[in-house]
């Protein structure tokens, strides 16, 4: 079956390198390396049209895409276009410098105006919980949630994806390192599905389905479903033709035994496309200019 194209986990394309992307679908392909075993060679991978399924973007800002859509409808067609958008509340510590929220909701409607509310997906991603220096503190808000899961109802957005933040070993190096004052906290599995389910409630309440991303912790919990970012068969009904139901290589990788995905190509690249964001829980981006000025 036709690949699906993932653009990408691995650093923000629509934000910071969306000419790059331009330029290979003019090119016609783009060479993606194991971001694991890079000495190997680059897979070469066809951005023909008719030779993938779909593009699912991530992003934090669709503003450059939304300057340059029509060229990027032009070269590889709108039909092939999905969207994961993550808008979490503000906070410095977390996300310093993404687009403030009222940004990101005019982007958003601008997505659902122009390529349609099914192909979008809101993430409210992932749900952190610190203390410094013995105060508590989180990104968990339900007053924000319930205000956005309005707007998305209003914008005709129905799916939200959620998870807890996984304190992978760059993030709990990263807070060691320029936080020190920082303690990372894993609330008890019984706290995260008390979460969920109020989460759940908020959703259900404005016509809004919640998944879970990669977290078995809240799978059974009522009113989530397990979700899958890169969903195939969701793909297929929108597209209206088949798309691969064959399982990510993600689910093979500790702590990812939850995820749901289905299979796609990644074209991202942590070291050679640098995510101009510093967001303080990501697992791809340790060496962002702004943590290295914080050690000076």
């Known amino acids: 079956m036709k690949p699906v194209i993932s653009a990408s986990k691995r650093t923000d394309i629509p934000a910071f390198y969306l000419p790059w ?31 993938i399924a779909a593009v699912v973007f991530w992003s934090r800002n669709y503003g450059v895409f939304r300057r340059f859509h029509k060229q990027v409808d ?21 996300e310093p410098d993404v687009p403030a929220t009222t940004q990101a909701l005019d982007q958003i409607e601008f997505l659902a105006a122009t390529y349609g509310a ?19 503190g989180s990104n968990y808000d339900l007053s924000f949630f319930a205000t956005m899961c309005q707007h998305m109802h209003e914008i005709g957005v129905h799916r939200c994806f959620t998870s807890f933040a996984d304190h992978y070993a760059k993030f709990r190096q990263r807070v060691h390192r320029y936080l ?32 879970s991303c990669a977290e078995a912790v809240l799978e059974g919990v009522s009113g989530i479903t397990k979700g899958a970012c ?13 798309v691969t139901q064959a399982k990510a290589s993600d689910q093979r990788m500790p702590g990812r035994e939850a995820c749901g995905c289905t299979a796609a190509i990644d074209i991202g690249d942590y070291t050679a496309q640098e995510c101009g964001y510093a967001c303080l829980y990501c697992y ?9 000025a914080m050690s000076k």
């Open 74 to 94: 032009d070269l590889i067609g709108a039909e092939h276009l999905f969207f994961q958008f993550t808008i979490n509340p503000p906070n410095a510590l977390l």
């Open 21 to 51: 992307f331009i330029a290979r679908l003019r090119a016609g392909f783009v060479e993606a390396r194991n971001p694991i075993y890079r000495s190997g060679p680059p897979r070469r991978i066809s951005l023909a049209p008719d030779d």
């Open 230 to 242: 890169i969903d195939g068969a969701f793909m297929s009904r929108v597209l209206g033709r088949p």
């Open 284 to 292: 791809a981006n340790p060496n962002h200019r702004r943590f290295v």
């Open 118 to 136: 099914e192909r979008i997906s809101w993430r409210y991603d992932p749900i952190v919980y610190w203390t410094i220096n013995g105060m508590p």
């Open 180 to 211: 020190p004052g920082m303690v990372l906290i894993d609330p008890p599995d019984g706290e995260k599905q008390r979460m969920g389910m109020e989460l759940a409630t908020i959703a259900q309440a404005h016509g809004i389905v919640l998944y």
